[in-house]
DNA sequence: TTCAATTAGTGGCATATGCCACTTTCGGTG
DNA sequence: CACCGAAAGTGGCATATGCCACTAATTGAA
């Protein structure tokens, strides 16, 4: 048979799904600029935002991000005076985080332009679509795959 | 009811996606870690290899990629050997791109790494459900969400 | 043919993410 | 209490992406 030997790139799942974060990222993006934070950066203040001084480490895997990473894009973010950090109490390996006065304002001007993004996004998928495709979305975050590692008798 | 009232950070279409885009990417990463080729750099030269010596912007478009960010992402492809670009013979601002034999040989090796991912996700999510999903993000990439210019009567 | 407008890429700069090696703290043990 | 191994971050290095300004090559008038 004729078969098409290579499995279609556009079936790649991975593949797939950063087309599509590319692709809405921008839109968003585009939206949050006139506040000067990238989509990212507003996600991020949002989740210190309805956090309790939350720890860099439970930030991360709310966010299933890589805690260096976190680390990274925190940088500007406190740069420009919107968060800060403070040891933990109890445990001085642990650092939080919270929102400067700033911080607050900032994210609710973004929260307006944030709006109008996700209204749009919503009025072209439909709400219950949208609903639908983040839960699915969050169900292949929380999958928690792993390769099965080579190793085998230690 | 005590139910969680927080506008869900969850919400937003666009983090929801980031997050997701991350935990999988870690995972089609993992898997192709042997070939020493990352998620998107397999992606990259998949879409290559099945055109037909694209130009630049054809694969921008295609991958819904920033035409500056994909020469970037291009630069250690092409540096180690697997990818060569070329003036088109009739128009000299456009540069086309293809692999070369190690390229090939290096996509034919990750291919079988990622086969190993791919198929992991499909037995988890199922094929039906993950063939449902990336259409709805393609539709999704496709939609050319644009935020309304400020910019009224002129 | 000559020149303005358009098209295709490049290079610089900035953020986004990850992995790895290393440092500082803790917590548990002998 | 001294010591070892785990836990939480940090810094360095590399790739992923975008935007903007700028260059080179084309195209479409005038």
Redo the contacts between chains.
Sequence with gaps: MTEVR??G?????????????????R??D??LAPSGLK??Q??LL??IH?GSEPTMGTIAEA???DLSALGHTLKPLIRDGYVETFADKDDRRVKRVRLTPQGETKLDEAIKL?S???Q???D??GAE??AK??A????????N???PTAAPSP
């Design positions: 290579k499995p790139f556009s079936s790649c799942n991975n593949a797939t799904l950063r087309r599509a974060a590319r692709s809405l990222g839109f968003y585009d939206a989509g990212t507003f996600g949002f989740q309805v966010l299933i991000i944030w109008v993004a996700q749009q996004f919503e072209r998928v679509q949208a495709l983040r699915a979305l969050d169900e292949v975050a929380d999958l795959l792993e390769i």
